[in-house]
């Protein structure tokens, strides 16, 4: 098992906050939203960390997955809390880990039926090879060439990101 130091995830959130100051400059305010569970952690970092005024959006997307029988359903972790119209406002999308592509594919789908954004950014902590989905990140902390046999976590307690063979 690989194991990465709370040092080196506060450097990549550290890039990630400067790759996303330059678009609250660049662009009309955009509203963030996290991925339960992961990418809300990321997202409360950096949503502080950027001072941002609007409160941080929070997506269950379990409901909006595709692959059910592969992973079987996990506990209900709360309703999705969208406190702003998401309709033409430009939207920073935060997950933890991106994989396969499914689960970012699924946050898409329920931000939709919230309302049409004028556009999504999506930022994660974590960018893995093995996508099963044409989906890539606009901002990475970090990027990783893992084995498809591996699984990437985020530990948000101790804030570590760790490397290891997936539970079969």
Do not use: C
Not at 22 to 31: G, M, N
Not at 61 to 70: A, E, G, L, P, V
Not at 111 to 135: K, M, W, Y
């Amino acid at each position: 098992m690989t194991q990465f130091s709370s040092n080196d995830v506060t450097g990549w959130l550290n890039n990630m906050q400067e790759q996303l100051q330059s678009l609250t400059v660049a662009d009309d305010p955009f509203f963030m939203i996290g991925i339960r569970t992961g990418g809300v952690d990321v997202g409360r970092h950096l949503h502080s960390a950027l001072d941002l005024q609007e409160p941080l959006g929070q997506l269950n997307i379990s409901f909006y997955r595709d692959d059910f029988s592969k992973m079987g359903l996990h506990p209900v972790v709360g309703p999705s809390q969208v406190p702003v119209s998401v309709e033409g406002r430009h939207i920073v999308l935060v997950d933890d880990v991106l994989s396969s592509g499914r689960t970012v594919r699924a946050a898409m789908n329920e931000i939709f039926d919230f309302g049409r954004p004028s556009r999504i950014t999506l930022a994660v902590l974590v960018q893995r090879t093995g996508h099963e989905l044409p989906i890539r990140a606009d901002v990475v902390g970090h990027s990783i060439d893992v084995p498809d046999s591996d699984h990437v976590s985020l530990h948000a307690q101790s804030m570590t990101v760790s490397v290891g063979r997936k539970a079969k």
